[in-house]
């Protein structure tokens, strides 16, 4: 592994960062090319820790976490350089499958997957494939994997699995836990294992094995069943959550699926390797309906008229986001990267809106789909309709490269934010907040006052999932501000206390890290928070894992990196 391996402060700077506030400079990076090297590794690792030294593994994708999930002091393992091949894409054919097939089918139904929308295909692919050429090799077949990021350009399946993402399309297509099929991981017996989901009677069988994996599944079992209906008791009432350890997806008495446990652990549990993955196939017909709201207050009914539809997506920005693409037009008009004249041409109609009525405090994006135009039809008629009862404002959009204004705005604001603004920096810290849709109107005006408590010191804009109830927030700081960390700590400690208030998630996409980490306990309590502490153990006692992620963490030890 000494080729594999770097200790260069060029490449410890660079995975001291991740897209986070924080900086941690690890001791070395290795950068594993198989399977037998992280076996070997892992191996090594925990001979050195039983024998006292401060030793570690963290895994890393392509560090787009805004957490700090990737970051510790101590061994980076990097996936990107080698575990980088997507080994297979299948599209299914229509027929039924064979037997076997079905009875895998029917274990996944029992996992209470929550969107009905058939497996089209699978993939086999490793964590440092990036997901931008996982994307373009979908395409190509009429394929597609729903639960991307909006950092779907830059990020890798590593990153989007251990952090259980989600993103535009979640509102219909769901997250990441609901499309990983099966895992491949190396735990901490230093040995690859292939986990899937068992039906009641395979986990019977499991439990009774004299092995290394039928101890951990047996301990697992006693764990959730003792605990069970305090366990399901904890599981945030909202549509997405990816903070603390999701044991109530685990087990219902029907199917065990491990794999729900693996998704979202941001590499606490072992090391992945392989992950085999849901698809699903491209709708043929796509329009975007665009809504602008004066007010917040009809929101949360409008939402509520709107999923009647099924959309694919209704995605958000706020009214600073939309002052922000107007003020800085000429940069906004080179992110689109089109015809200028015909681009200018194309914001008219928001421009002569803001003369006329003023700036909206809510612009939303209702992305519609179906296979058949006469149903596509249907659903714009019927999303017209809907605005028609509201104080709002609808235009369905003419044509894709009209659409790509208005994602380029939503997907694009916070970049051109801080490229007009020198000397502050993204402070990702209140960035994924989750409640049910219909507290919108009641929940962003409070945070909104939280925030401007200290408007001399933080400049920030909305976008979201209204769909969802989910919105990230990220403020740009002065982080050399030796003030800043008191408000970074005041305005979470606040928004989180309110949020939760509302039965809301303080992580509906983002996970924990060590910006949240800290928080888990408040939104979990003790209790709970003592069963993570169990899973942690039964899956690494020695603790070689990402330490201070979901177990362990203290917010003394986050605001002691935060970066200067």
Known sequence: MRDNFSDDSKTLDAYSVDASIFSIRPEAVVFPKDVRDIRQLVKWVIEKKKNGEHISLTGRSAGTDMSGGPLNDSIIVSFTKYFNRIKEITALPSNPAPKDEQKH???????RISYAHPQDGYAIVEPGVYFRDFEKELDSR??????????KDFCAIGGMVLNNSGGEKTLEYGKTEDYVESLKIVLNDGEEHELKPLSAGELREKIAEKTFEGELYRRLYELIEKNYDEIQKAKPDVSKNSAGYALWNVWNRKTFDIIKLIVGSQGTLGLVTEAKLRLVKKKKFSKLVVIFAKSLEPVPELVKSLLAVKPESIESYDNKTLELALKFFPSMLKLMKGNIVKLAWDFLPELWMVLRGGVPKMILLVELSSDSEEELNEKINSVRQSARKFPVQARVVKNK?????YWTIRRQ????????????EAAPFVDDIIVKPEYLAEVLPKVNEILAKHKDKLIYTIAG???????HIIPLVNLKDPGVPKIIKESMDEIYKLVLSYGGSITAEHNDGLIRGPYLEMMYGEKICKLFAEVKNIFDPLDIFNPGKKVGSEWKYSSEHIKK
């Open 105 to 111: 089918s029917n274990i996944l139904q029992n996992i």
């Open 465 to 471: 999932h209204p769909g969802n109830g989910n919105f």
């Open 401 to 405: 490269n009209e659409e790509e204004k």
């Open 413 to 424: 604001s916070f970049a051109l934010l801080h490229s007009h603004v020198k000397g502050l």
């Open 142 to 151: 009429g394929l597609l994997y729903p639960p991307y990021p909006a950092s």
